[in-house]
């Protein structure tokens, strides 16, 4: 009974022995490698398994670049795999420039790799140039007229300038920009629409490729569509804002019109107001000089007769030329005034 038992601790420690040592020792992958005449150290393959690196990531992209003919070693991957780049797409990025014949180093391809660039993508556009639609450009000629234009950029990756070159977004930036310029210079819309091939060869030799990551192959439009009369409604707008201006200032003017006119009003019933009051004064001037006086009763029976005979005049003068046609009758007087005797 107890031997059974032993030999079966036996075996289960056996077993888990052999795990950790297939897990520590990849003894398929070394045997992988050295039939496809990689040249690799099984203890090499423990330092990866010591370092966190699964040899797996390191091995198989070996064996590709090796079956290649691409002169890498196992320190080259390894690095680049710590450093946290993907090691697969990098060799085949290299092997990709390599049957296209486009010289490419693994260092260059790393630094792509690890600058956050797709390297695989950059060498087969490279190959095959990709082709970027812009947005309708809204664009507006010398007449007035807006033209909306949708330009075809095919470009290809410039692998020298992708570390720090600028993306598709500039392009497609830098492009719109010309177009706007091109079409803006234009004295009118017509002849843009007669010849929109102005357009790409204004557009190409501003050299709008540098400082990119790609170089401009060609530039083609593909739609040119008739937009609004930008200038007439400017004009317009621009008519709206004057009259509205106006407005404004004849409102102010009659504003301060009416206000003039309240202050005059103001003023005209203080002035009477005043008449009022000097006149209700003039009776008791009168009777103070009475009792002083100063004034004779017959000076002041005069003085009436005098105002009542000029009123007469008057009254005799303006009924003379109404009779005569020369004139309207007078407004009545405001009360009649009796001569003394």
């Known amino acids: 009974m107890w031997e059974l038992l032993y030999i079966v601790f036996v075996l289960f420690l056996f077993i888990i022995g052999l795990s950790v040592f297939l897990h520590f020792v990849p003894v398929g992958l070394w045997i992988s490698a050295l039939a496809a005449g990689v040249n690799i150290n099984i203890f090499t393959l423990i330092g990866m398994r010591l370092r966190r690196v699964p040899p797996s990531k390191i091995v198989l992209p070996l064996i590709k670049a090796n079956k290649a003919g691409l002169p890498l070693a196992v320190n080259q991957l390894e690095a680049h795999y710590l450093a946290g780049g993907n090691v697969d797409r990098v060799v085949d990025a290299l092997i990709a420039a390599q049957r296209a ?57 410039n692998i020298d300038r992708l570390v720090g070159g600028a993306g598709e977004a500039t392009v497609i930036a830098r492009v719109g920009e010309g177009i706007v310029t091109s079409v803006g210079s234009s004295e009118d819309h017509k002849n843009v629409l007669e010849n929109p091939d102005h357009i790409s060869k204004t557009v190409l030799t501003k050299g709008l490729d540098a400082g990119t990551a790609f170089e401009i192959l060609s530039i083609d439009i593909a739609d040119v569509d008739v937009g609004r009369n930008i200038g007439a409604e400017l004009l317009t707008d621009q008519a709206e804002a004057e009259k509205r201006i106006a407005q404004a200032k004849a409102e102010e003017r009659r504003a301060m019109a009416v206000a003039r006119e309240q202050e005059m009003k103001a003023l005209t019933q203080e002035m009477q107001a005043r008449v009022v009051e000097a006149n209700a004064e003039v009776p008791k001037a009168l009777a ?22 000029t009123d007469m005049r008057e009254g005799l003068a303006q009924a003379a030329l109404v009779t005569d046609g020369r004139t309207q009758p007078p407004a009545p007087a405001a009360g009649p005034a009796k001569k003394e005797q």
């Open 101 to 157: 014949q486009i010289p490419l180093a693994f260092e260059r391809a790393a630094a792509i790799d690890l600058a956050g660039r797709d390297v695989l993508e950059a060498v087969q556009m490279s190959v095959n140039p990709k082709v970027i639609e812009t947005p309708f450009v809204s664009a507006v000629a010398k007449n007035g007229i807006e033209l909306k234009v949708k330009a075809r950029v095919t470009v290809r990756t």
């Open 288 to 309: 103070q000089a009475l009792r002083d006086g100063n004034l004779g009763v017959m000076d002041y029976y005069g003085m009436r007769n005098i105002i009542a005979d």
